[in-house]
């Protein structure tokens, strides 16, 4: 089992809908969840960060955490051509909030 | 400030030679992380310092690659010799530790390594 699971993709949306992108991960002690979106070619850009279980809303943005099932999502309403990226799930494992392990990415396509 | 600052943004080199990849941290942040990226693994921390000091290398392949942090506001990782399935996209990232979590990291722009 990777310690850091994801969906690769492509994930395709019609604009104006809701991407639902979803995330497990191994290690039960895991504290800090993090959701980066990278396009092609760039770097990785941290948009959402969740310590506690529920939700947490930023703008079009949620995350979502349940650790007794460890899960971790995010929800990007009214989806936009411009959000057509590689999301990436990062997770602390082993303790120490700073070290993170990255799932491999769900790319995401956004039809005009 | 201008991010995290890495250098070169391209590198080409025959097998066996020395690479050198340079990063400069944000200011005032306490860590600094080396990572790799390719399409198959996706992204892999090779090593990561807390205020210049190694802290786990346990990323780091094998003993061609090795890293260096000799001030805050400088580091390098070095890979000698350098062989092809070292190609990849390497990641540069720093962050602020806080006592309830990370802030979360802020990436440089990467060096994409080519070694034929």
């Known amino acids: 089992q990777k310690e850091v699971e994801q969906n690769s993709g492509p994930l395709s949306v019609p604009e104006g809908a809701i991407a639902s992108l979803n995330c497990t991960y191994s290690d039960r002690g895991s504290q800090s969840f993090f959701w980066y979106r990278q396009y092609s070619g760039k770097s990785p850009e941290l948009i959402m960060s969740i310590y506690s279980n529920g939700d947490k809303e930023d703008g079009r943005f949620t995350a979502q955490l349940n650790k007794a099932s460890q899960y971790v999502s995010l929800l990007i309403r009214d989806s936009q051509p411009s959000d057509s990226a590689t999301y990436l799930c990062?997770?602390?494992?082993?303790?120490?909030?700073?070290?993170?392990?990255f799932g491999i990415g769900t790319k995401l396509q956004v039809i005009p | 400030d201008a991010g995290v600052i890495q250098s070169p943004r391209h590198e080409v080199t025959e097998m066996g030679q020395e690479v050198t990849l340079r990063c400069k941290p944000i200011s005032g942040h306490d860590y600094l992380f080396w990572y790799r990226q390719t399409m198959m693994r996706g992204l892999e921390l090779l090593i990561y310092?807390?205020?210049?000091?190694?802290?786990?290398d346990s990323g780091m392949p094998e003993d061609r690659f090795s890293a260096k942090m000799p001030n805050a506001s400088f580091s390098t990782l070095k890979i000698q010799p350098s062989e092809p399935r070292d190609s990849a996209v390497y990641f540069c990232?720093?962050?602020?530790?806080?006592?309830?979590?990370?802030?979360?990291?802020?990436f440089g722009s990467g060096t994409r390594l080519t070694v034929v």
């Open positions: 310092f807390n205020n210049n000091v190694p802290i786990d």
């Open positions: 990062a997770v602390n494992i082993r303790g120490g909030y700073q070290k993170v392990t």
């Open positions: 990232a720093s962050s602020l530790a806080t006592r309830t979590g990370g802030y979360g990291y802020t």
